[in-house]
């Protein structure tokens, strides 16, 4: 498996998503915040009516021979990693299928389950219970804490959705983020067993990079239960070949964000590090909820994060009561022969007008796309249901939420053609479209029970290779 990823826009090759398993389903309201789910979703809609098409999408773009053999069943046996039937592909892989394949490997089977077993606080004899089940069986408690019989030894990962969160490809690198919420702990763990044990990684164990604890973390009072150094991966953007984009929001620290640019400095894999400080709330959560790109030249943003804010004007900045907290900041770190040179970034329509025409050598016009239109209060709603957080299939052609009117006729008025999932499904089936023909096309996916769970079609993306955008 060649892992390599220079942008953001060019043809997808190969990814890594996980389908929503049975944990999804076990949310109880009462732990819905802590898990990080504002509601509680309806499981066998959200697989059948809306995941389910985004693999189907996803195959037909990466890998149409394995959607060949789709035939629907009521039992969806295609879609359930490990089973029989399922679509098994090289390029759509899923983290179970992935974990159930590492767990096959003797020298790493013990010291995974143990580690769970650690972070959960099981007990020992729990711990060597859970070595007897098969490779697949354990891999389904690994994921959603209880086996199929239902006894449930720990919590589900529901948000395992949003691989995007678990590590960035960085040219040829991969960095492993720390998450900030302790519902996301046991994802990352299991990621950094799959990255330097599976097969598909081995030529590549060199270039991984990890995020560590500041050293002195334990140093500090018991009541400070938030990590230091978190990084997730909805804060970092891999959007140029020489060009990675870092948030620092209420998931990422600027120590994890430094550490980071440090790392990839010392590596020599990108140039420059643009440090994007945005607003630490519930609704940005990543930079990626604030925007993404969908071509060279087009970008689907929210207006309010550029839109010079009160009181944010020289001289009255400092007189705020918190005069930090609200302010969108960007710096670009550049690392050149004689150091690293830093410079301030006016906003972020700048930052991206910049990246299109230096860095991906763009000369037609930048266009930003305003969720909602940026009519209020539409550019809020649209943004909380993931309408700036879209997945590029290829050049133009990215996967939005249905849901997200204003933003969807925002991009028609752009010139993008905007069509249904099911409707584009069908046409492929009949072969009277071909994904590669495709061109500036938005393709709508029903969304109702996604979008509770706070992510879009980016959050649910780890590309692991894309095809190169042009030579650094
Ligand atoms: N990159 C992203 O913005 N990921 C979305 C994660 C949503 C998830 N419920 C969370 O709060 O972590």
Redesign the pocket.
């Known amino acids: 498996m060649k892992i390599f990823v220079n942008s953001e826009v060019s043809t997808l090759e190969a990814l890594l998503i996980h389908s929503p398993d049975s944990g999804l389903g076990k949310v109880v309201p009462s732990k819905a915040q802590d898990w990080?789910?504002e509601d509680i979703i309806h499981l066998d809609t959200m697989r059948k009516k809306e995941y389910d098409l985004y693999v189907q999408l996803l195959l037909h773009f990466l890998d149409p021979e394995v959607i060949k053999n789709y035939t629907p069943d009521p039992q969806r046996s295609f879609f359930k990693p490990n089973g029989p039937g399922y679509y098994k592909s090289d390029k759509v892989l899923d983290i179970e299928r992935l974990l159930c394949e590492v767990l096959a490997i003797p020298e790493v089977r013990i010291p995974l389950v143990a580690a769970v077993s650690a972070i959960e606080e099981c007990s020992y004899l729990e711990m060597e219970h859970f070595l007897k089940y098969s490779d697949r069986e354990l891999s389904k408690i690994l994921l959603t804490g209880m086996t199929e019989e239902g006894e449930m030894f720990f919590p589900p990962v529901?948000?395992l959705i949003?691989t995007?969160?678990i590590g960035v490809v960085v040219n040829d690198h991969i960095l492993l983020t720390r998450p900030s919420?302790l519902?996301?702990t046991r994802e990352s763990l299991i990621a950094k067993y799959i990255f330097f044990n599976h097969p598909y990684f081995q030529e590549f164990r060199h270039n991984i990079i990890e995020i560590e604890e500041d050293e002195e973390h334990f140093l500090l009072p018991e009541d400070k239960t938030r990590r230091v150094d978190t990084l997730?991966?909805?804060?970092v953007m891999m959007v140029a070949p020489n060009h990675l984009l870092i948030g620092i929001s209420e998931?990422t620290t600027l120590e994890a964000a430094r550490q980071a640019m440090d790392k990839l400095f010392q590596k020599k894999v990108v140039q420059k590090v643009s440090i994007i400080k945005i607003p630490n709330k519930r609704d940005f959560?990543?930079i990626?909820?604030v925007f993404t790109p969908i071509k060279r030249n087009v970008w689907v943003l929210l207006k309010a994060i550029v839109k010079p804010q009160r009181n944010n004007e020289e001289g009255w900045r400092d007189l705020q009561p918190t005069p930090m907290e609200e302010q969108v900041l960007i710096r670009t770190f550049e690392n050149t022969d004689k150091g690293i040179v830093c410079r301030e970034v006016e906003n972020l329509e700048a930052l991206l007008e910049d990246i299109s025409k230096t860095d991906l050598a763009c000369t037609e016009k930048v266009e930003f796309v305003y969720s909602g239109n940026d009519q209020f209060p539409y550019g809020e709603r649209e943004q909380w249901t993931d309408s700036c957080?879209l997945l590029v299939l290829k050049e133009g052609v990215a996967i939005a939420y249905d849901r997200n009117d204003k933003t969807n006729a925002a991009f028609e008025a752009k010139g993008f053609k905007i069509v249904k999932a099911e409707d584009v499904l069908s046409q492929f089936q009949k072969g009277t479209l071909n994904p590669h023909e495709m061109e500036n096309t938005i393709i709508l996916l029903p969304s109702a029970e996604l979008s509770r769970?706070?992510?879009?079609s980016?959050?649910m993306s780890l590309p692991l290779r894309r095809a190169r955008i042009f030579e650094k």
Request: some cysteine; aromatic content about 8%; proline content about 4%.
């Open positions: 990080l789910f529901p948000n949003f995007r969160d919420k519902a996301r997730e991966g909805g804060d998931r959560m990543h990626d909820t957080n769970a706070r992510g879009g980016h959050c």
